[in-house]
C-alpha cells in the first residue's frame, strides 16, 4: 500500500483548544505546488488531491468564501478591495487559519498561488508551525519558456482569455511571476524543501515524478 494511502486523520480540535492543538504531534501534510502559467499546476493538483486525500486552498477561494458569508474576516477584506486596495497578509493569514481549523479532519492542504513573497512565507510558516503542521516541501513545476508559450497560446484559442493570445502579454506574465516567486522559492530553499520537478513529457510521468518526492518526505 502507498503512503499516500496511509495518512492518518485526528481529532477536531476547537479555537479554545488552540493551545493544546500547537503541541501535538500532528499527521497532516502540507504541500505547496508552484508553477508558473501553463505549467499544468491545475492538472497536477486536482491529481494530487485526490490521491492523497489532500484539501485544496486557494487564497482567492477563501476570500470570496469568506466575503460572500460575510464573516468578520470576509467584511474587513471587502473594506480593502472596495478601496481598490491589496488585502492585507494578516487579514489573508486569518482566513487560512480558520480554513484549517475548520477542516482538521482532513489530511492535509495543498496551497495554490500563496505564499507569493517571502512575507508571506514566513506568516505561513509561523501559523503551521504554531499549529503543528509545517509545510513538508514545495514542489515547483520547471518548463521552459517558449514551451509556456506555446502552451498558454493554445489555451487562448479556447479558453477566450485575451491575455492567453498575447505572446508579448504572456512574456510579461511570465517574467513578473519569475520576478516575485524567485524569493519565495530562496525562503524554503534554507530550509530544503524545494524540489524542482521536470513538468514537459506526458501528464501521467510528471505526476508519479510529484508523488515520489511526496512519499519519501511523508
Given at each position: 500500500?502507498?503512503k499516500?494511502?496511509k495518512?492518518?486523520h ?8 488552540l ?9 497532516m501534510f ?10 499544468g ?9 485526490l490521491?492523497y486525500?489532500l484539501k ?7 476570500l470570496?468564501?469568506?466575503?460572500a ?7 474587513e477584506?471587502?473594506?480593502f478591495?472596495?478601496?481598490g486596495e491589496?488585502v ?12 484549517i ?16 513573497t ?5 506568516a505561513l ?19 521552459g519558456e517558449?514551451?509556456l508559450i506555446?502552451?498558454?497560446v ?6 477566450g482569455?485575451?491575455d ?10 511570465l517574467?513578473?511571476?519569475?520576478k516575485k516567486t524567485?524569493?519565495v522559492a530562496d ?10 520537478i ?14 515520489a518526492e ?5
Open positions: 500500500m502507498l499516500r494511502e495518512l492518518a485526528f481529532s477536531h480540535f476547537s479555537h479554545s483548544n493551545a493544546n492543538f500547537a503541541s501535538l504531534n500532528l499527521s502540507n504541500l505547496i505546488l508552484f508553477g508558473p502559467p501553463g505549467s499546476k491545475g492538472t497536477q493538483s486536482e491529481k494530487l488531491i490521491a486525500g485544496h486552498l486557494s487564497t482567492g477561494d477563501l470570496r468564501s469568506e466575503i458569508q460575510q464573516t468578520p474576516l470576509g467584511i477584506a471587502r473594506s478591495m472596495d478601496k491589496l492585507p497578509d494578516e487579514v489573508v493569514i486569518g482566513m487560512i487559519s480558520s480554513a481549523d475548520n477542516n482538521s479532519q482532513t489530511k492535509g492542504f495543498l496551497f495554490d498561488g500563496f505564499p507569493r517571502p512575507a508571506q512565507a514566513e510558516d509561523k501559523l503551521l508551525e504554531f499549529k503543528g503542521a509545517p509545510i513538508a516541501a514545495m514542489l515547483s513545476l520547471e518548463v517558449e514551451e506555446k502552451r498558454l493554445k489555451r487562448g484559442e479556447t479558453s482569455r485575451s492567453d493570445t498575447n505572446e508579448e502579454i504572456i512574456r510579461a506574465r517574467a513578473e511571476y519569475h524567485t524569493a525562503h524554503y530553499k534554507v530550509f530544503g524543501k524545494v524540489v524542482n521536470k513538468g514537459e513529457g506526458q501528464i501521467d510521468e510528471i505526476f508519479k515524478s510529484l508523488c511526496i512519499d519519501a518526505r511523508m
